[in-house]
């Protein structure tokens, strides 16, 4: 059974910054491109930053530059260090766990950042 448990959110001064963790369990993490998605109210679902197993990163436009993806495999864990947040960044953050095989995510982690 597939779990991916998020943690670090919370509300945060813009300017500020927050770390989410994702631990995984129930894959084979290194065979996953781990990705952090967001969604804010009234808004789709949207690809914040993505990570290879190699180490490949992809950020959205609006992130680059304070946000940073990184993965330890031995810990089966994803982070998504958060800097310089801004109210915009305000969303439920989700992990999301994708092989050839099959598409997971978890259940949210919200981040508020007040102006």
């Known amino acids: 059974q597939v779990q991916l448990v998020e943690s670090g959110g919370g509300l945060v001064q813009a300017g500020g910054s927050l770390r989410l963790s994702c631990a995984a369990s129930?894959?084979?993490?290194?065979?996953?491109?781990m990705g952090w998605y967001r969604q804010a109210p009234g808004k789709s679902r949207e690809l914040v930053a993505a990570?290879?197993?190699?180490?490949?990163?992809n950020y959205a436009d609006s992130v680059k530059g304070r946000f940073t993806i990184s993965r330890d495999n031995a810990k089966n864990t994803v982070y998504l260090q958060m800097n310089s947040l801004k109210p915009e960044d305000t969303a439920v953050y989700y992990c999301?766990?994708?092989?050839?095989?099959?598409?997971?995510w978890g259940q949210g982690t919200q981040v508020t950042v007040s102006s």
């Open positions: 990570i290879r197993s190699g180490g490949i990163t």
């Open positions: 129930g894959i084979i993490f290194s065979s996953n491109v």
């Open positions: 999301n766990a994708r092989s050839k095989l099959a598409d997971s």
